[in-house]
């Protein structure tokens, strides 16, 4: 055998002055004592190792915790986005139609186009010696939904063709594709006058917070019928038609009144849409808030104007002080006008609530009075200042002294 060479003189001091391992490991007979005769053997203090221990566990159980926190949470947001998927699939739709999926911003696929639309009941009576056409609108079933919840708002609005100086609408009613309205609206019209019309009724999806969807319509021709006896039809709704009545905008705006302290607060929010009256397309709006007592002129205020715009943002809130017996008495007006230096000043739009009022006004005046002290904001679409004359019929001034209606 060859010899193996011994180790340098430095090395054997080194070997010679560290202790056996087997001496550290069977100190105190216990295989346990092996790592503190280890540490026993290291020159330093106990303290550092134990606080670098210490910090050790800590940090490690610190990324525990964030790895068993972020799994939590992605199970979370998987779970979530299943079951959201889930209910697009399986969104119930009236009749035989099925759940089409379309993406945001691509509109109406083909097929969901030609669904149909549902059915609507109206009638038609026209007493000649009163001059005087009486459009009911019964019930409507199996309409389309117009909901991500497979349901519908529905209300109906009829008016008039060509002369459109008169808009009528039934409440709304909630969550439902078969709707019973039976409501009746009368329209003073001449026999020649008559029959040169279109009746148009019109079925709507309301939403308080935005544009109301358009279900279906059926457009009468007046002329065509035979007025000998009162008709009453079922008639597949169309798909609405090329000729919309003029678009004047809407407007957003809230309302709240507080009986004890007999205040009502209307703040206008914003406009859009509104119909352009200066020769560069632009407009100077600013909005009308007028109370009517008693369909007398009673009190008004109005907001700033906003310059070369269509889509003006106000946030302006006006205060009235009016007592819980007037309330029930009161009409307000909402007019938008185009301000002009040069020129008088006339209104593009006007909307009027209170409980003369019909469909959607009356719905909100109604849900302000049901929650006294609570703001309640909704969008509504502008008529034309001759619609609401018509149907508000304002008398200019209101009587003083004794005469005083309260």
Not at 192 to 198: G, H, P, Q, V
Not at 215 to 222: A, D, K, T
Not at 228 to 248: K, T
Request: one cysteine or more.
């Amino acid at each position: 055998m060859i010899p193996l060479p011994s180790l340098p003189p430095f090395l054997k001091e080194a070997q010679d002055s560290l202790p056996s391992l087997n001496s550290i490991f069977t100190k105190n007979g216990t295989a346990g004592n092996f790592f503190h005769g280890l540490v026993d053997t290291i020159p330093l203090t106990p303290w550092p190792i134990k606080l670098g221990a210490g910090l050790t566990v800590v940090l490690v159980l610190g990324l525990l915790v964030c790895v068993c926190i972020y799994c939590c949470k992605s199970r979370r947001r998987k779970r979530r986005k299943k079951k959201q998927d889930k209910q697009v699939q399986l969104a119930p739709l009236s009749g035989q139609t099925s759940a089409t999926l379309v993406q945001p911003g691509a509109g109406w696929t083909s097929s969901a186009k030609n669904q149909p639309r549902g059915k609507l009941l109206y009638s038609l009576e026209f007493n000649a010696a009163l001059s005087q056409l009486t459009v009911g609108v019964k019930q409507a079933c199996n309409l389309k939904a117009m909901d991500i919840g497979g349901s519908s708002d529905p209300y109906v609005k009829v008016y008039l063709l060509p002369d459109n100086t008169k808009t009528c609408e039934t409440k709304v009613l909630k969550n439902r594709l078969d709707a019973v309205f039976n409501e009746h609206f009368e329209f003073q019209v001449s026999k020649a006058t008559l029959l040169k019309s279109t009746a148009v009724l019109q079925v709507f999806d309301f939403d308080r917070f935005s544009k109301h969807d358009m279900i279906g319509e059926l457009r009468v021709n007046l002329g065509q019928v035979d007025w000998n006896h009162v008709i009453e039809e079922w008639r597949e709704l169309q798909e609405p038609s090329a000729m919309e009545e003029e678009n004047l905008g809407e407007i957003c705006f809230s309302l709240r009144f507080v009986p004890t302290s007999s205040k009502l607060t209307v703040v206008i929010l914003e406009a859009k849409n509104l119909k352009s009256t200066d020769l560069d397309g632009r407009s100077d709006p600013y909005v009308k808030v007028q109370l009517a007592l008693d369909r007398r002129k009673w009190k008004k205020k109005k907001t700033t104007v906003k310059n070369n715009t269509l889509n003006p943002y106000y946030n302006e809130a006006f205060t009235f002080k009016v007592t819980f017996e007037q309330i029930r008495r009161v009409n307000l007006v909402i007019s938008v006008w185009d301000h002009d230096p040069l020129t008088p000043n006339d209104p593009t739009g006007k909307i009027f609530l209170g409980n003369d009022a019909a469909g959607n006004q009356l719905r909100h005046w109604a849900d302000m009075l049901s929650n006294p002290r609570r703001p309640v904001a909704q969008w509504h679409t502008l008529l034309s200042p001759q619609q609401v004359n018509a149907s508000l019929t304002l008398k200019k001034k209101i009587p003083l002294g004794k005469k005083l209606p309260f």
